[in-house]
């Protein structure tokens, strides 16, 4: 997981500085989570996704896709 978030910054030009404002949480608290220090909590990841806009799938790396699942119709 970690090395998609830093794929998905880079990709990004983030800093991560930026990222971690995006997730309302520390700077040192980002970089162990992309360093793999600590796991990510899924608040945090679901907050990437939306911005990133992908799928939590994509960042934990359980699809190779990038792009989200469609919304189901109600």
Same mark, same amino acid.
Do not use: H, W
């Given at each position: 997981?970690?090395? $998609?978030?830093?794929? *998905? ?12 404002? +995006?997730? =309302? &949480? #520390? @700077? ?9 220090? $600590?796991?990510?909590? *899924? ?12 799928? +939590?799938? =994509? &960042? #934990? @790396? ?13």
């Amino acid at each position: 997981m970690n090395s $998609r978030l830093r794929e *998905l910054r880079e990709d990004n030009d983030l800093t991560q500085e930026e990222c971690a404002r +995006i997730a =309302y &949480i #520390a @700077k040192n608290s980002y970089i162990r989570y992309e360093n793999g220090e $600590r796991v990510i909590p *899924l608040d945090t990841i679901k907050k990437f996704a939306e911005y990133y806009r992908t799928s +939590i799938d =994509y &960042i #934990a @790396k359980l699809t190779d896709e990038p792009r989200p699942y469609p919304r189901a119709q109600k």
